[in-house]
C-alpha cells in the first residue's frame, strides 16, 4: 500500500490501482474506505486529488465562489505538481 497524502492511499493488485481512505485515527489498527478502482497509477492519484480538493471545498463552504474557485486551483496545482506530489509518497510494506 502506498500513502499518498494525509489519509489517502492507493493498492495496487495484479490488474489494477485501489484508491482507499483511512477512517481512523493514527495509531489504532487501520481500517479504509475503498473510494474507487482504477486501471492506472495516474488515474488513482488524480482521484486523490479530487478527493482531497472537495474535502477542502466542504470545509470551506460559507465562502464565496471566486475564492473557492481560486483555493480549487492553488490545491491543484499543489498535489499535482510532479515534484511536490511524489516526494510525499511514501512506500509501507
Same mark, same amino acid.
Given at each position: ?10 493498492? &495496487? ?8 481512505? /483511512?477512517?481512523?485515527? &493514527? ?13 492506472? @497509477? /495516474?488515474? !488513482?492519484?488524480? !482521484? !486523490? *486529488?479530487?478527493? #482531497? ?14 475564492? *473557492? *474557485?481560486?483555493? #480549487? ?11 511536490? @506530489? @511524489?516526494?510525499? *509518497?511514501?512506500?509501507?510494506?
Amino acid at each position: 500500500m502506498m500513502h499518498i497524502k494525509e489519509n489517502f492511499f492507493i493498492e &495496487k493488485n495484479q490488474t489494477e490501482y485501489i484508491l482507499k481512505k /483511512r477512517m481512523n485515527k &493514527k495509531g489504532e489498527e487501520m481500517s479504509c474506505n475503498h473510494l474507487g478502482t482504477y486501471s492506472t @497509477f /495516474r488515474e !488513482a492519484r488524480d !482521484a !486523490a *486529488i479530487k478527493e #482531497m480538493i472537495r474535502e477542502e471545498v466542504n470545509k470551506e463552504k460559507s465562502a464565496p465562489l471566486h475564492e *473557492i *474557485i481560486y483555493m #480549487m486551483k492553488q490545491k491543484y496545482q499543489e498535489l499535482s505538481g510532479e515534484n511536490h @506530489f @511524489f516526494c510525499k *509518497i511514501s512506500w509501507r510494506v
